[in-house]
């Protein structure tokens, strides 16, 4: 099975592309993709697909003569549900949630390493360092080494799901802090990913996760703290509509990766799209561990 590979760079896309029709998007419900640093390699969380372990699950397809190819199920996969996979910029790492047996209660994050056959290691908690009672969701590493990206709704906040930042001390992540000024509200925060050097700030945001719209925003860092965020300027992207999980392309810094539901191209429940990533600058200020 191929497909190809949607819009070669940013200067070829329009607006969006829907990314690997039939292999990664799918008439299942597909979302939260990421692309390896060498671009060879595209994992992504599926609902529901035939020939997972059922639930929601992690696929991953490899890049051959310019088409995604290969779709598979990883080994990683549980009877539990598997989701919001991330590779790390550096190659190392695959971040995502589980609510597998033996974790703290609720989605908990793991990460796996990546293996030089193309497999991962063993499922590794990351521990209570960052996993509480509640839900911790879409860990995204960097820009910065040793930060940690993620939405909970264990760690106090605003409300409902918020975003923090862990850093690792002592051979763990630790110490989570509430992203500083006003990107935290009453709503459900979630699905976050810095682009640049940190200065901003792609999201998604619901009153209600998983049972109301969902809206991708864009946030600036102004005077050390991320504003609340306008919505990001894709046509399919609105008030009424599920659009989610913003994701860099580690191989084309320019390009995101969206997920949602477009008038066309459509393969099912929920695609996934490449997008421009959106030119947005802020100070440098927001990513001090010491806030």
């Given at each position: 099975?191929?497909?190809?590979?949607?819009?070669?760079?940013?200067?070829?896309?329009?607006?969006?592309?829907?990314?690997?029709?039939?292999?990664?998007?799918?008439?299942?419900?597909?979302?939260?993709?990421?692309?390896?640093?060498?671009?060879?390699?595209?994992?992504?969380?599926?609902?529901d697909r035939e020939g997972g372990a059922g639930g929601m699950d992690l696929w991953q397809a490899t890049l051959r003569d310019g088409r995604w190819q290969d779709p598979a199920p990883l080994a990683l996969n549980s009877a539990a549900n598997e989701f919001d996979p991330m590779l790390?910029?550096?190659?190392?790492?695959?971040?995502?949630?589980?609510?597998?047996?033996?974790?703290?209660?609720?989605?908990?994050?793991?990460?796996?390493?990546?293996?030089?056959?193309?497999?991962?290691?063993?499922?590794?908690?990351?521990?209570?360092?960052?996993?509480?009672?509640?839900?911790?969701?879409?860990?995204?590493?960097?820009?910065?080494?040793?930060?940690?990206?993620?939405?909970?709704?264990?760690?106090?906040?605003?409300?409902?799901?918020?975003?923090?930042?862990?850093?690792?001390?002592?051979?763990?992540?630790?110490?989570?802090?509430?992203?500083?000024?006003?990107?935290?509200?009453?709503?459900?925060?979630?699905?976050?990913?810095?682009?640049?050097?940190?200065?901003?700030?792609?999201?998604?945001?619901?009153?209600?996760?998983?049972?109301?719209?969902?809206?991708?925003?864009?946030?600036?860092?102004?005077?050390?703290?991320?504003?609340?965020?306008?919505?990001?300027?894709?046509?399919?992207?609105?008030?009424?509509?599920?659009?989610?999980?913003?994701?860099?392309?580690?191989?084309?810094?320019?390009?995101?990766?969206?997920?949602?539901?477009?008038?066309?191209?459509?393969?099912?429940?929920?695609?996934?799209?490449?997008?421009?990533?959106?030119?947005?600058?802020?100070?440098?200020?927001?990513?001090?561990?010491?806030?």
């Amino acid at each position: 099975m191929s497909t190809p590979l949607a819009m070669a760079g940013a200067s070829g896309l329009s607006e969006y592309g829907i990314e690997g029709m039939g292999v990664v998007s799918t008439p299942a419900a597909e979302g939260h993709a990421s692309v390896s640093a060498d671009g060879r390699r595209i994992v992504w969380g599926a609902i529901d697909r035939e020939g997972g372990a059922g639930g929601m699950d992690l696929w991953q397809a490899t890049l051959r003569d310019g088409r995604w190819q290969d779709p598979a199920p990883l080994a990683l996969n549980s009877a539990a549900n598997e989701f919001d996979p991330m590779l790390s910029p550096d190659g190392r790492w695959l971040y995502f949630y589980s609510n597998r047996d033996g974790g703290f209660g609720g989605d908990d994050l793991y990460r796996a390493e990546v293996m030089a056959d193309g497999g991962f290691g063993p499922a590794e908690n990351l521990g209570d360092g960052v996993n509480s009672a509640g839900d911790e969701w879409a860990p995204m590493p960097g820009p910065h080494a040793g930060q940690l990206l993620f939405a909970s709704d264990g760690h106090g906040g605003a409300g409902r799901h918020d975003l923090f930042v862990a850093s690792w001390r002592d051979g763990r992540f630790a110490d989570p802090r509430p992203l500083p000024g006003a990107v935290n509200t009453a709503a459900d925060e979630f699905d976050a990913a810095w682009i640049g050097d940190g200065g901003a700030l792609v999201f998604a945001r619901s009153r209600e996760a998983n049972a109301a719209p969902v809206r991708v925003f864009v946030s600036r860092c102004e005077d050390d703290g991320y504003t609340v965020g306008e919505p990001l300027s894709l046509s399919f992207n609105t008030a009424e509509a599920v659009t989610f999980a913003p994701a860099p392309d580690w191989h084309k810094p320019g390009e995101l990766l969206v997920s949602g539901v477009a008038r066309a191209p459509r393969a099912g429940k929920l695609d996934i799209y490449r997008t421009v990533t959106p030119r947005t600058e802020g100070d440098g200020g927001c990513l001090n561990p010491a806030r």
